[in-house]
């Protein structure tokens, strides 16, 4: 008895952000099939700020799916925003060490270190040493 009355109860319920978009693209729908192109790139304008500025290609899609016209379409697709602009994150960088050492000794890096003494205000000068390759390291004070 309980089974039959779950299955009764099954509603789908549109997405939260389906609806949104919905709203946003029929507020808009009329000036989306313009004629000119001021008054559709006006109006994409608009449907880009009130979807949270999506990226071009899901801002086509959206289009698409909620029945705007070929010309806001292809107009959508080079749309640019200004506070999008300034939002794009910064690209991972290359590489900045091209060669690598693989063989030990191949190349050694040499320091003179004043490491702090036991007693007040003693500084130890102190030679490091490390290995590219391996990051071998060897710390000796210098007498």
């Given amino acids: 008895m309980f089974a039959k009355a779950a299955k009764k109860q099954l509603v789908q319920v549109p997405d ?3 609806i949104h978009e919905c709203e946003v693209l029929a507020s808009a729908k009329q000036d ?3 004629s000119d192109d001021d008054t559709i790139l006006e109006a994409l304008t608009k449907v880009h700020k009130n979807l949270g500025h999506p990226s071009s290609s899901d801002l086509v899609r959206v289009l ?3 029945g705007a016209s070929d010309r806001a379409i292809e107009l959508a697709r080079a749309l640019s925003c200004e506070f999008c602009k300034d939002q ?3 690209h991972v960088p290359l590489p900045a060490k091209t060669s690598r050492y693989i ?3 191949q ?3 040499i320091d003179v270190k004043f490491l702090p003494g036991w ?6 000068k102190a030679v490091n040493i490390v290995d590219q390759a391996s ?3 060897v710390v000796d004070s210098i007498s």
């Avoid at 007693?119 to 130890?124: L, R």
Wanted: glycine share 12%.
């Fill in 135 to 137: 990051c071998f390291q």
């Fill in 88 to 90: 794009v994150r910064p």
């Fill in 64 to 66: 698409k799916h909620g």
């Fill in 107 to 109: 190349c050694i890096g």
């Fill in 119 to 124: 007693k007040s205000g003693q500084k130890i």
């Fill in 16 to 18: 939260e952000s389906e």
């Fill in 32 to 34: 989306l099939h313009a």
């Fill in 103 to 105: 063989r030990f000794n």
